[in-house]
């Protein structure tokens, strides 16, 4: 009895032995996510094969073509391949090992003692080989568990590689409320201007993450300080120089922070600020030279941004020919007019 009692001491002496402890994973604060309250949040994963909501065999077949030409894709597809070969193999290591070696030859060779005869020799061998490694002290249960862990991780890193840039564009129009009997109206709003603010935000696989803000459709004009005077000229040119006109354009801005991590909502204040000042106070000769004065002038005063992209069309406006009525317009009454038509921009960087 004591031989027994002694085996099994020893037994749980040797299993209690196992290669550390189990794995637990760390506590991790779970995400805050704003307004996840809302109607329009959702909660499921978006679908990833969002293409297919399409229905267009043409593109289905662009898309899978281009999966599979994919080399990063293909790689990482080797590399599961890989993980879950090794993880098949590590949960053999629970099981008996059993190698069988069988062999057989036949051949001719001399006969024993002078002469030229010969005879018919064969040769065969048989062998058998079997173990197994009782896992007491864990090593093949931890082994299966990190194979299994590497071919997640693998799967995981597959789907990723499908990533590359990750694009998320917002742009946002103001709204107040409509003022009704002298007070504003709790769920009815009017749109105050047609400006737009946007801000898209890039990231690139092993990359900084890139913040560009701006402004579209901002109609501004003014009708005093502004020229047409000193550009080029040919043959062909019937446009006359003007240095009293009006100066109407819709601005359309987008500038590049150089770090992800600002006062988006202050600096954006102060570009817009900036832009506007410049567009009022400055002496323009024409369009070309208040753009590249707005710019210039925006770089100065936030060095947060690297870079700034304008567009200003012009938008005319001309004076009307009231004389076939009989009557005057002295620079009261204005027409815009579409033709002749102007699509200026410019892109203004720091010097590295």
Not at 251 to 264: E, G, H, N
Request: aromatic share 10%; net charge negative.
């Amino acid at each position: 009895m004591n031989n027994y009692s002694a085996i099994f001491l020893a037994t749980f002496l040797l299993a209690s032995c196992a290669v550390g402890p189990n794995y637990k994973a760390p506590p991790v604060a779970p995400a805050v996510v704003q307004n996840a309250q809302s109607a329009q949040f959702v909660t499921q994963s978006p679908e990833a094969l969002w293409w297919q909501e399409f229905g267009d065999a043409e593109l289905d077949d662009l898309v899978r073509r281009s999966l599979a030409a994919n080399l990063d894709l293909r790689s990482a597809y080797d590399r599961v391949r890989a993980a879950r070969a090794v993880f098949v193999e590590r949960k053999f290591d629970y099981a008996p090992h059993v190698q069988l070696d069988a062999s057989y030859s036949h051949f001719d060779q001399q006969q024993p003692g002078f002469g030229n005869g010969r005879i018919n020799a064969q040769s065969d061998s048989l062998g058998f080989d079997a173990s197994w490694e009782i896992d007491l002290f864990g090593r093949v249960r931890r082994s299966v568990e990190a194979a299994r862990a590497d071919l997640g991780a693998e799967q995981a890193n597959y789907q990723d590689a499908q990533v590359t840039v990750a694009r998320a564009s917002i742009s946002e129009k103001n709204w107040d409320h409509l003022n009704t009997n002298a007070s504003p109206h709790p769920t009815t709003f009017v749109q105050s201007s047609g400006e737009c603010q946007t801000t898209e935000v890039v990231a690139k696989r092993n990359e900084q993450m890139e913040v560009r803000s701006g402004l579209d459709n901002l109609v501004i004009l003014k009708t005093a300080g502004s020229e047409f005077v000193g550009y080029i000229k040919d043959s062909l040119t019937t446009l006359p120089e003007s240095t009293d006109r009006l100066f109407g354009t819709a601005v359309k801005a987008q500038w590049t922070y150089s770090s992800p991590s600002l006062p988006f909502a202050a600096l954006r204040g102060k570009i817009r600020e900036t832009l506007l000042a410049v567009f009022a106070a400055h002496q323009s000769k024409s369009v070309q030279h208040t753009l590249y004065a707005m710019g210039e002038k925006a770089l100065a005063d936030v060095p947060e941004i690297s870079g700034i992209e304008l567009t200003m069309p012009n938008k005319h406006c001309l004076l009307a020919d009231l004389s076939r009525f009989g009557q005057d317009n002295p620079n009261e009454i204005f027409v815009p007019i579409d033709e002749p038509h102007g699509y200026i921009e410019a892109r203004i960087y720091r010097r590295k």
